[in-house]
């Protein structure tokens, strides 16, 4: 019964910046954990980058030092800010909560929101 709604993607040029926001409404009030995946096609569905309730984050390699997640909780919002962007960074960016901190049971998908870098 969560609903989360993704914006912010488009077409840019690699060594370009993005930043997406996700928009979470519903029954939120048991939420700890927000993230951003992504797909591209032909492949497995991946996470991209993690937040608990109280800030703390994780990505995956391949992001490491150039996507930042942020959250502002009283307004149920999660940003993934997107830097010197690459070719294979292409995809559906999709957010999703977890009550878990740290889990692998996700609420219910979004449309995502696509991404298409250049090259």
């Known amino acids: 019964q969560v609903q989360v709604v993704e914006s912010g993607g488009g077409l840019v040029q690699a060594g370009g910046s993005l930043r997406l926001s996700c928009v979470a409404s519903?029954?939120?009030?048991?939420?700890?954990?927000m993230a951003w995946f992504r797909q591209a096609p032909g492949k497995q569905r991946e996470l991209v980058a993690h937040?608990?309730?109280?800030?703390?984050?994780n990505y995956t390699d391949s992001v490491k030092g150039r996507f930042t997640i942020s959250r502002d909780n009283p307004n149920n919002t999660v940003y993934l800010q997107m830097n010197k962007l690459k070719p294979e960074d292409t995809a559906v960016y999709y957010c999703n909560g977890n009550l878990h901190q740290y889990g692998s049971n996700w609420e219910s998908w979004g449309q995502g929101t696509q991404v298409t870098v250049s090259s």
């Open positions: 937040i608990t309730s109280g800030g703390d984050t």
């Open positions: 519903g029954s939120i009030f048991n939420i700890l954990a």
